[in-house]
């Protein structure tokens, strides 16, 4: 019972602010998502991976063990859902990329951060950092045939990235109101990726349901016992471990389906793998976590 009640006090919070996101919608009310995405993944993601980062007390070998863990992990299971979307004779361009690709982001982030405090936090954000960087390369150049290393290096979460791991790793601080400053604008990335998912969610037009669940589950499966295989091989400690499994596991990504819907992929097979794998996540998250906690 105190398991169960620790889970519904780490995912009620975020579940009730993307269920505002679709309630928001549902009334007509106006909600510019592409504007609300830009100024949290230009601004206030960035800030808090930043303050996240340089606060967080990981030391030099747990990072670099998260690190190989994060990239062994999404080495193995872009492998494994390339060889099941090929048996199951699904399109590759379509299906893959949100197979391999969480959402680390809107759901990652609060849930490491509810569930394990400011250490998870700091452990989330490097997966989500490195599968930024995979997804703005190898991602794009899946769905599209033309992504461009170049694309990442302008992004200002990988340098918020890079540059808070620097802090982090040489024990750097910034002035008070500098980090006090950085810390505001970061807190709100999460309650906007939150409630920004909810209005995108609401919008989608799904197709393909039951091919949906069926893939959804699977994603879920491979993905836990993929990233809790690997920790294990690495030897994470609880937390870190916890937080991989959390962060490779989570439901396919709404920016699957705008990359989707760009590039030319089939976007109503991928608005269907979004809605299904996120509204299974209500209960496949839960259950992640009483595993992990």
Do not use: H
């Given at each position: 019972m105190a398991v169960l009640i620790t889970v519904?006090?780490?995912?009620?919070?975020?579940?009730?602010?993307?269920?505002?996101?679709?309630?928001?919608?549902?009334?007509?009310?106006?909600?510019?998502?592409?504007?609300?995405t830009r100024l949290s993944m230009t601004i206030g993601v960035p800030a808090l991976i930043?303050?996240?980062?340089?606060?967080?007390?990981?030391?030099?070998?747990?990072?670099?063990?998260?690190?190989?863990?994060?990239?062994s992990a999404y080495l193995l299971v872009t492998i494994v859902f390339f060889v099941l979307v090929k048996v199951a004779k699904l399109d590759v361009q379509t299906y893959l990329a949100p197979l391999i690709f969480?959402?680390?982001?809107?759901?990652?982030?609060?849930?490491?951060?509810?569930?394990?405090?400011?250490?998870?936090?700091g452990y989330a954000v490097v997966v989500f950092a490195l599968m930024g960087i995979?997804?703005?390369?190898?991602?794009?150049?899946?769905?599209?045939?033309?992504?461009?290393?170049?694309?990442?290096?302008?992004?200002?979460?990988?340098?918020?990235?890079?540059?808070?791991?620097?802090?982090?790793?040489?024990?750097?601080?910034?002035?008070?109101?500098?980090?006090?400053?950085?810390?505001?604008?970061?807190?709100?990335?999460?309650?906007l990726m939150l409630i920004t998912l909810g209005v995108a969610l609401a919008r989608l037009t799904p197709?393909?349901?039951?091919?949906?669940?069926?893939?959804?589950?699977v994603k879920v499966v491979v993905c836990v016992g993929i990233a809790y295989g690997v920790g294990r091989f690495f030897e994470l400690s609880p937390i870190a471990l916890a937080v991989l499994v959390l962060q490779v596991s989570t439901p396919v990504a709404v920016t699957s389906y705008l990359l989707a819907e760009?590039?030319?992929?089939?976007?109503?097979?991928?608005?269907?793998?979004?809605?299904?794998?996120t509204l299974l996540s209500v209960a496949t998250i839960p259950l992640t976590l009483a595993f992990l906690l």
């Open positions: 519904l006090q780490v995912v009620a919070p975020v579940f009730i602010l993307a269920l505002i996101g679709v309630i928001w919608v549902r009334l007509g009310y106006e909600y510019r998502v592409q504007f609300v930043f303050v996240s980062l340089m606060k967080t007390q990981i030391d030099r070998t747990t990072l670099f063990d998260t690190i190989w863990a994060t990239c969480g959402n680390t982001g809107n759901l990652g982030l609060p849930l490491a951060l509810f569930a394990f405090g400011e250490v998870g936090m995979y997804s703005f390369t190898f991602g794009i150049w899946l769905v599209s045939g033309g992504g461009s290393p170049l694309k990442v290096i302008k992004e200002p979460m990988v340098g918020a990235t890079l540059l808070g791991g620097l802090f982090m790793l040489q024990g750097w601080s910034t002035p008070i109101w500098l980090t006090n400053t950085l810390t505001l604008v970061g807190q709100m990335a999460i309650p197709e393909n349901i039951l091919r949906g669940v069926v893939l959804a589950v760009k590039y030319g992929a089939d976007s109503g097979e991928v608005a269907g793998l979004v809605v299904v794998s």
